[in-house]
């Protein structure tokens, strides 16, 4: 079974500090993704890597940045948390290449910044 | 610029009720379009792609280039059916995946 694995399901940070989240996947995927999910709002990307050490910015860059060391591994970084970062984490993955290739996705990080 | 429009946010029917789910997109090129599906406490996942021309769980979805949707249709609905559903657009490259805003369906007894 396909597996994408975020470190934690629930966290509550205090703003200004710096929150790291944390994605593993063992599926050997080239591309991954960090999306946050807000109601109302679906699914807008923050960033996404093609490859190790590979970085681009999704929609929502802004106070956020990325680490892609090893292939398996994707971390989300809050440099300075804030309140209006409060919102669901969701980590996926995806292999390039070839027609209709799917996205998995991690279970999902609910950060609470107050 | 490439965009996925869900038009409805909530969509509540009865059980054994027709139903369809809006999805239009806005893309320059030859799209690939997929529905995900988050059940209650489940991760996100896929539940068709257009290129596989399926039926799953009893639901289909036709690619019109005309009219530039992906409607998702089911004849009968069921009370398991209810859910947060997501049509996504693979953009050119095939690196981003596109999400629309959602449709919650919820489906009543």
């Known amino acids: 079974d396909v597996k994408v694995t975020q470190s934690s399901r629930y966290l509550v940070k205090r703003t200004g500090e710096k929150v790291f989240l944390e994605c593993v996947q063992d599926m050997d995927h080239e591309n991954m993704f960090w999306y946050r999910q807000d109601p109302g709002l679906g699914l807008r990307l923050i960033y996404f890597?093609?490859?190790?050490?590979?970085?681009e910015k999704g929609d929502i860059p802004e106070g956020y940045s990325v680490s892609r060391e090893k292939k398996e591994r994707f971390s989300l970084i809050l440099e300075s948390a804030s309140t209006n970062q409060t919102s669901m984490y969701l980590c996926?993955?995806?292999?390039?290449?070839?027609?209709?290739?799917?996205?998995?996705f991690g279970q999902g990080t609910r950060l609470t910044v107050v | 610029a490439q965009r996925v429009t869900q038009p409805e946010k909530l969509l509540s029917v009865f059980k054994g009720a027709p139903v369809e789910l809006k999805c239009n997109y806005s893309?320059?090129?030859?799209?690939?379009l997929f529905w995900y599906v988050q059940y209650s406490r489940q991760r996100l996942q896929l539940l068709l792609r257009?290129?596989s021309r399926e039926s799953i769980k009893g639901f289909t979805a036709d690619l019109n280039k005309g009219e530039t949707s992906f409607h998702l249709k089911k004849p009968f609905a069921q009370e398991e059916d209810s859910a947060m559903y997501y049509c996504?657009?693979?953009?050119?490259?095939?690196?981003?995946?596109?999400f629309g805003a959602g449709t919650r369906l919820f489906v009543k007894a």
């Open positions: 996504a657009l693979l953009n050119t490259g095939g690196f981003k995946t596109i």
């Open positions: 893309y320059s090129g030859s799209p690939e």
């Open positions: 996926a993955s995806r292999r390039s290449g070839g027609r209709g290739t799917e996205a998995f």
């Open positions: 257009h290129i």
């Open positions: 890597s093609y490859d190790v050490k590979m970085k």
